[in-house]
């Protein structure tokens, strides 16, 4: 195929049909999945694959759906690789009711969302959207997310199991196909059975535009500050009454304005980000997420947020403050430099399929980054993603189309060099 051009599959079909099905997770639930809506999606996904030759397809107790693309190769050693994708979407937007909208052929103007004329994809404040002129460009309708964070991933692995097992005559071996509910949430590998995948290693399909590739992550902790005061009557509070409120709101206060935040940091600066509060008289915790691409730099987060604390605590006599800490994943590159194969043929297959090669680190995590600790080396490669979270959300056609393609290229790629 020329580097120029766009394999056909069923991809885009596909996508368009997997966002109309709401498959939203829920931090706060104990459940697993967290939401029983993801198990609709997966169920369709696990007989999906089943009627395209996946025969083994199967979905477990936990939500996660399996699968095998059988080898093709007549060598014998050829290692079995995996391709993933998560099925939920970000409980920060609304999933429900996703209206997909195809703006063909688009031509480079600003994009209205017509459910929300306020929701404007503006070129000038988008730049990706600058390369994709003469593109099919996918939005959702302006009151939700689009989905394409990630199911546009699901439906790339679909749409190049699907042209795999129609085109017996690429050699490959083994390939192992996963889809996980709750990546969003941070429990997308909490049950995944990394034996039972049985695959030497991974690819997520779950990073941003065409040509992307990520083989580092942050590493992340969780920390929750929790103040405490004491409550009495407010008629009679007098000399009594210790809000936690308020001391809570003081400790927020001293955070650092111009560093160490979201807001105010990029490339490979780490941050701390208070992001959910659980407040009253009594009782106030603050919970933060802590991120650095040095796995030591977390420690020495939690230590800034200890004193800090302590210190606020110090102006408020009675008041105490307590910790908790909570490791959530760690930079998969720590892992991937032992495997340098694995990142060099994702590289080799994005540059096969004649697209310039766009090496980042992502400044969040992936299912990759814990499959990685849990034996299974996962670099993420790009699914088309853009405005992840928000009602802003787009993808581009062609650029899922290239993301099938570096599939395939994979597939011959770990064949080959067998």
């Known amino acids: 195929?020329?580097?120029?051009?766009?394999?056909?599959?069923?991809?885009?079909?596909?996508?368009?049909?997997?966002?109309?099905?709401?498959?939203?997770?829920?931090?706060?639930?104990?459940?697993?999945?967290?939401?029983?809506?993801?198990?609709?999606?997966?169920?369709?996904?696990a007989e999906e694959l089943r009627v395209i030759g996946l025969k083994d397809a199967v979905r477990d107790e936990h939500g996660y759906v399996m699968a095998t693309i059988p080898a093709t190769s007549k060598k014998k050693n050829v290692p079995v690789i995996g391709f993933v994708a998560h099925v939920d979407t970000s409980p920060e937007a609304s999933?429900?009711?996703v209206k997909p909208i195809v703006h063909a052929s688009w031509q480079g103007g600003d994009i209205v969302l017509p459910d929300d004329p306020s929701a404007v994809l503006r070129v000038s404040e988008i730049p990706e959207l600058r390369e994709q002129i003469g593109c099919d460009i996918i939005t959702a309708s302006g009151t939700t997310l689009?989905?394409?964070?990630?199911k546009a991933g699901v439906a790339e692995i679909v749409a190049a199991a699907e042209y795999l097992i129609a085109h017996p005559e690429i050699p490959h071996g083994a390939i192992r196909v996963g889809f996980t509910p709750d990546e969003e949430v941070g429990r997308g590998t909490e049950?995944?059975?990394?034996?039972?995948?049985?695959?030497?290693?991974?690819?997520?399909?779950?990073?941003?535009g065409r040509?992307?590739?990520?083989?580092?992550?942050?590493?992340?902790?969780?920390?929750?500050?929790?103040?405490?005061?004491?409550?009495?009557?407010?008629?009679?509070?007098?000399?009594?009454?210790?809000?936690?409120?308020?001391?809570?709101?003081?400790?927020?206060?001293?955070l650092p304005r111009e560093r160490l935040s979201p807001e105010t940091t990029r490339e490979r600066?780490?941050?701390?980000?208070?992001?959910?509060?659980?407040?009253?008289?009594?009782?106030?915790?603050?919970?933060?997420?802590?991120?650095?691409?040095?796995?030591?730099?977390l420690a020495e987060k939690e230590t800034f947020l200890e004193k800090l604390a302590r210190e606020t605590v110090a102006?408020?006599?009675?008041?105490?403050?307590?910790?908790?800490?909570?490791?959530?994943?760690?930079?998969?590159?720590?892992?991937?430099?032992?495997?340098?194969?694995?990142?060099?043929?994702?590289?080799?297959?994005?540059?096969?399929?004649?697209?310039?090669?766009?090496?980042?680190?992502?400044?969040?995590?992936?299912?990759?980054?814990?499959?990685?600790?849990?034996?299974?080396?996962?670099?993420?490669?790009?699914?088309?993603?853009n405005n992840f979270h928000s009602?802003?959300?787009?993808?581009?056609?062609?650029?899922?189309?290239?993301?099938?393609?570096?599939?395939?290229n994979l597939a011959r790629i770990w064949e080959e060099k067998a």
């Open 211 to 254: 040509g992307f590739f990520e083989v580092e992550t942050f590493s992340a902790d969780s920390m929750r500050v929790t103040f405490q005061g004491f409550n009495t009557h407010p008629g009679q509070a007098h000399g009594k009454m210790i809000n936690s409120i308020k001391i809570a709101a003081d400790f927020i206060q001293r």
């Open 146 to 150: 689009l989905g394409a964070d990630n």
């Open 315 to 385: 102006a408020w006599p009675g008041a105490t403050v307590s910790f908790q800490v909570e490791e959530s994943y760690r930079n998969m590159k720590e892992v991937l430099d032992r495997f340098p194969q694995v990142a060099d043929y994702g590289r080799e297959a994005i540059r096969r399929t004649g697209l310039e090669l766009r090496e980042t680190a992502i400044r969040g995590g992936t299912d990759g980054s814990r499959l990685s600790f849990m034996g299974l080396p996962t670099p993420n490669i790009f699914a088309g993603e």
């Open 269 to 297: 600066e780490g941050f701390v980000h208070p992001y959910i509060v659980n407040a009253s008289v009594e009782r106030t915790s603050v919970k933060f997420i802590i991120r650095d691409f040095e796995t030591r730099g």
């Open 95 to 97: 999933g429900a009711g």
């Open 191 to 208: 049950r995944f059975d990394v034996k039972k995948f049985g695959a030497f290693c991974a690819y997520t399909m779950d990073g941003a």
């Open 391 to 408: 009602r802003l959300e787009w993808v581009s056609a062609q650029d899922m189309e290239k993301a099938v393609e570096v599939i395939v």
């Open 1 to 45: 195929m020329p580097a120029t051009a766009t394999m056909k599959t069923s991809v885009v079909e596909r996508f368009l049909r997997y966002v109309t099905y709401d498959t939203q997770s829920d931090e706060t639930s104990t459940t697993y999945p967290t939401t029983a809506k993801q198990l609709v999606l997966l169920d369709e996904l």
